[in-house]
């Protein structure tokens, strides 16, 4: 295996590692925890440093296996449309970071996009989970999970996520394409 493609997946790992048990730490106060939105920033920066790739890839796996280690959140419909949503991110952060010339702006571009098609993806998901168990989920709910609700975790993804990633671009642990 090629050194590039070992540090990839060493990353990824990683990734998956922190995105399980984060929650577990911002869940002692269960109201801000799930506001921070913790599995969203290690499936983001996989992105980042992976590719969309190998960020899809962590962002649709990890809500499934943090669902079947802790039984939360819970599989249906709760990890399904997350795994959707995470997937989202890790691709659209991978895959425009690539593409954008390198710097600051392109990392927020980047993030910015990500967020918002994870969202989106994750919304949509939701509704369509909801027409198959004939189950509500109107936009209001849409507009509470996706912004209103998320306002912290959305603010701690754009301060931390392009220092964490700038650091590393300086210090030269990105890996390679």
């Not at 819970?74 to 399904?80: L, Q, R, S, T």
């Not at 993806?121 to 209103?148: D, M, N």
């Amino acid at each position: 295996m090629k050194k590039n493609t070992i540090l990839k997946l060493t990353y990824s790992a990683m990734c998956v590692a922190v995105a399980i048990v984060l929650p577990l730490v911002t869940g002692n106060v269960p109201r801000i925890g799930n506001m921070l939105c913790p599995m969203h920033i290690p499936v983001l920066l996989c992105g980042f440093l992976c590719g969309p790739v190998w960020g899809l890839a962590v962002g649709a796996v990890s809500p499934i296996l943090r669902s079947m280690i802790f039984g939360a959140p819970v599989m249906f419909p709760m990890a399904v449309a997350m795994a959707f949503e995470l997937a989202a991110y890790g691709a659209v952060s991978g895959l425009l970071y690539k593409r954008l010339p390198k710097s600051a702006w392109s990392i927020y571009a980047s993030l910015l996009c990500a967020m918002a098609a994870g969202r989106v993806l994750w919304g949509a998901v939701r509704f369509a989970i909801a027409g198959l168990t004939e189950t509500a989920f109107p936009f209001s709910a849409f507009v509470a999970g996706a912004v209103t609700n998320a306002v912290p975790g959305i603010v701690v993804q754009l301060i931390l996520i392009p220092l964490v990633v700038a650091a590393l671009e300086r210090a030269k642990l990105m890996p390679n394409e």
